[in-house]
């Protein structure tokens, strides 16, 4: 009989001297009610920008150098030692991570769990992406969303059973990954959406009604420069590549580049949250805006559903503003409090459901929340709009260790079942 089999192996990214140096640097969490006055603070402490980890009503995460850390007043250190916790993230065994083997086998259709052993570079995400579309050709398209500013391709990975006659509006579920590039968790957590949706199809009573009612478009590395840099660079950097006008920043927040109530959010170009000079400056936003809006214009997206890490919260629009209500509020709470509760049954974790412009503080400093994909998408494009912080509350923040992306991966898959079944609810 024949058995098709693919293999490849991934001759890994050295992780040389190229590397940011981040030996002695701490990650604080300091309480406070005055998030705004105790980033101030520590700039001047430090004398230049600081890196922002999570900041909210009550604590602010930063990370400083050592110095800092202990000129700072009630500083609860919550990673010691940076260093060793970033390299807990990148795959194990040696700096040259050769040798991985993961294979699709194109008669059993089985893709092997291998890929969620650890996390994954950029090239080896873009090959898996090709193994799926071989192995599942009639499920899988992939497509082009656009170039980045380093030259990269962007790639929307369309997921579509093509069942015109149960979907006749082409109902589409949108999910992005990796907008942050040092959020690895939710470039890994996309891959574990689509890895499950193509493999239960045909399978599993659920996953076969919502491929036959909906079209589902996942983008997992939404950033791709700057998901390519923290595998060779700096392990966290957040922006993408691009060059600003200031010739030693580089960088633009993707986040805040989006053009719906786009203000400006920091106009200091080396600042992690600078969201550009006007809208979608961010290539990958603008690219995304005419994909979204010209390719896939005859779609209608239901649902959109954007990764992200850390904190483990469901955040519903509107991000800019306190004050503007959205639309259907009372039926976006039961969106967003199912699918807390559904994480809840999975794993017993508990995500806490808020206002997107309460996590950014929108209504404390306008601006903190302008040109957010959120928003963009709630108000152009998807009827239903939510962002889902993934694991955890901070004791790795943006460096959870690869042992949990299927633990995070299955009760983020468990949010995304109960959007699935809310969108497909003929009472809403
Ligand atoms: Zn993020």
């Known amino acids: 009989m024949f058995k098709a089999l693919l293999a490849f192996s991934v001759l890994g990214t050295t ?17 406070t009610n005055d998030s705004s006055k105790l980033v101030e603070e520590m700039r001047q402490v430090y004398g230049g920008e600081i890196d922002i980890w999570a900041k909210n009503e ?39 991570f050769s040798g991985v083997q993961s294979t699709f086998d194109i008669a059993t259709r089985k893709v092997h769990d291998i890929f969620f052993e650890e996390f994954r570079d950029l090239d080896t995400i873009y090959t898996w992406l ?55 968790i939710s470039v890994s957590t996309a891959c574990y959406m689509i890895y499950n949706l193509l493999t239960k199809y045909g399978n599993n009573k659920k996953e076969t009604k919502y491929l036959n009612h909906l079209d589902f478009l996942v983008i997992p590395v939404f950033n ?3 998901y390519a840099y923290t595998w060779t660079h700096d392990r966290l950097w957040r922006k993408n590549r691009q060059q600003t006008y200031f010739p030693r920043c580089f960088g633009i927040d993707i986040d805040h580049s989006f053009d719906f109530h786009w203000t400006g959010a920091e106009d200091i170009p080396c600042s992690e949250d600078y969201g550009g000079d ?44 306190c004050e503007a209500l959205p639309r ?19 794993s017993g974790k508990s ?39 993934l694991r955890d509350t901070g004791n790795h923040g943006f460096l959870l260790p690869p042992k949990y992306i299927v633990p995070v991966g299955n009760e983020a898959y468990a949010a995304l079942r109960y959007f699935c079944e809310f969108i497909l609810n003929p009472e809403l």
């Open 15 to 31: 992780l040389g001297n190229a590397h940011t140096d981040l030996s002695g640097q701490k990650v604080c969490r300091i309480y």
């Open 58 to 96: 009550e604590f602010v995460d930063a990370c400083v150098p050592a110095d800092v850390a202990s000129q700072v007043s009630g500083c609860n250190v919550m990673i010691e030692d940076l260093d060793s916790a970033i390299k807990e993230t990148y795959p194990q065994g040696t700096t040259q």
């Open 130 to 184: 090709d193994l799926l579309a071989l192995t599942f050709p009639e499920l899988v398209k992939i497509e082009w969303v656009g170039q980045t500013f380093e030259g990269r391709d962007m790639k929307a990975l369309h997921i579509s059973a093509d069942n015109r006659e149960m979907n006749p509006d082409k109902k589409t579920i949108v999910i992005t990954g990796g907008v942050h590039a040092r959020e690895w």
């Open 224 to 226: 791709p420069d700057g």
């Open 278 to 321: 006007s809208p979608f400056e961010a290539l990958e936003a603008e690219s995304w805006n005419n994909y979204i809006n010209e390719t896939k214009s005859e779609y209608t997206i239901h649902g959109y559903l954007d990764l992200h890490s850390y904190s483990q919260e469901i955040l519903y629009p509107y991000a800019y503003s």
């Open 328 to 346: 259907d509020l009372e039926n976006l709470l039961e969106l967003s409090y199912g699918m807390a509760k559904a994480i809840r049954n999975k």
């Open 351 to 389: 995500y806490t459901v808020l206002s997107s412009c309460q996590d950014r503080g929108s209504d404390l400093k306008p601006g903190l929340g302008s040109g957010s994909a959120l928003d963009y998408m709630y108000h152009h494009r998807a009827h239903w709009a939510v962002q889902l912080k």
